[in-house]
């Protein structure tokens, strides 16, 4: 979608969803409504939420809007990342083969895996006693 040059994407992790506008501007990242030095205060999540950036040598040329629901901190990092990507590939089609090679495109698909019925967890047991 594109309205004076405002780029929207969705992105997605674990079980966090981001909703993404970026625009031609400073570099300036919002997150909720606050600052991504606030919002995300680790400096690894924050490297990883701009990688898009650094990888398409844009940093710093672009202004992102994001709201996040849902996760956890490095799942809500992931789904910025995923929104940033997918945005950035809508304002220039020549960044997908290299955002593809990064492995951003692609949504990742882990996810937790459930609890089993009769079992301590999705894969431990409770332990067995032969006596």
């Given at each position: 979608m594109e309205q004076e040059n405002i780029y929207y994407a969705t992105g997605k992790r674990k079980t966090a969803i981001a909703r993404t506008w970026i625009k031609p501007g400073s570099g300036e990242?919002?997150?909720n409504n606050r600052p991504v030095e606030n919002y995300f205060p680790i400096e690894v999540t924050?490297?990883?939420?701009i990688q898009p950036f650094k990888i398409t040598n844009t940093l710093g040329s672009y202004d992102v809007r994001a709201t996040v629901v849902g996760g956890g901190v490095a799942g809500q990092a992931g789904a910025v990342?995923?929104?940033?990507?997918?945005?950035?590939?809508?304002?220039?089609?020549?960044?997908?083969?290299?955002l593809k090679k990064a492995?951003?495109?692609?949504?990742?698909?882990?996810?937790?895996?459930?609890?089993?019925?009769?079992?301590?967890g999705a894969?431990?047991?409770?332990?067995f006693s032969k006596r």
């Open positions: 990242i919002t997150i924050r490297d990883e939420m990342r995923h929104g940033i990507t997918r945005a950035l590939v809508s304002v220039n089609p020549d960044f997908r083969l290299t492995g951003f495109i692609k949504r990742d698909p882990r996810v937790k895996e459930r609890k089993k019925y009769g079992q301590k894969r431990a047991r409770f332990q």
